[in-house]
């Protein structure tokens, strides 16, 4: 079964300031992956997702991530961190074959500091 | 509608008593999931729908919980005897068919409180 492993429950960051949010995967065969957003008292929004050969994928709010095998990371990065970025940020996968099901990390909480 | 409807939005139940959750996916996507998310837990997977085949109720997590899916559509969870660690809340999701890679979408959930 797959796994995601995401480093760092808690975030802290400057306005202005990069954001850098750690996701590592365990499959022997690449999986596709995909960054959520969560905002308080909302439900899961797509950010981005990687199923093709473009490795860097960017997505919505200027976020983007970068898919890197020999690592099996998936990071999501932003260059300028916004005070509407604070949000609960979750890593996913799934599988290439079998059923489009996702498997979660435990999510890491992105606060930005004025 | 435009997006994937939960409701209620939020429950607090007795302990010992059954509760129903519904969900309306997209229209038009085939696959229908439920996932809870605990405190601390993070995501967790229950059961997934698709199309006309047989649910993968693999994440659920005792006989209490059971969902089924009617014409292909709407969606019930239901929990039997509730029980204070069954609080969370639980999100619906749909995704176009099993084809993997495919977009899933998600409701802003139900909040379920056990008392």
């Known amino acids: 079964a797959q796994s995601v492993t995401q480093l760092g429950s808690h975030v802290s960051v400057s306005e202005g300031a990069l954001v850098l949010l750690r996701c590592n995967y365990s499959?022997?065969?690449?999986?596709?992956l995909f960054w959520y957003v969560q905002y308080p008292n909302q439900g899961l929004q797509l950010l981005l997702k990687y199923t093709s050969a473009a490795t860097l994928v960017k997505g919505i709010n200027g976020f983007e991530a970068e898919f890197k095998k020999s690592e099996t990371s998936f990071h999501l990065t932003k260059p300028s961190a916004h005070m509407s970025d604070a949000a609960e940020y979750f890593c996913?996968?799934?599988?290439?074959?079998?059923?489009?099901?996702?498997?979660f990390g435990t999510g890491t909480r992105l606060t930005v500091i004025p | 509608g435009a997006g994937v409807s939960q409701s209620p939005s939020n429950k607090v139940t007795e302990k010992g008593k059954d509760v129903e959750l519904r969900c309306d996916p997209i229209s038009g996507h085939t696959a229908l999931y439920w996932y809870r998310q605990s405190l601390g837990q993070g995501l967790e997977f229950l059961i997934y729908f698709q199309g006309n085949s047989a649910p993968d109720k693999s994440g659920l997590p005792s006989d209490r919980f059971s969902a089924e899916r009617t014409g292909g559509s709407v969606s019930t969870l239901t929990i039997q005897r509730t029980q204070q660690e069954d609080s969370a809340v639980y999100l619906c999701?749909?995704?176009?068919?099993?084809?993997?890679?495919?977009?899933?979408?998600f409701g802003e959930g139900s909040w379920l409180t056990v008392v």
């Open positions: 499959s022997s065969v690449p999986p596709y």
């Open positions: 996913a996968v799934s599988e290439r074959t079998g059923a489009n099901n996702l498997f």
């Open positions: 999701a749909s995704s176009l068919d099993k084809g993997t890679g495919n977009t899933i979408y």
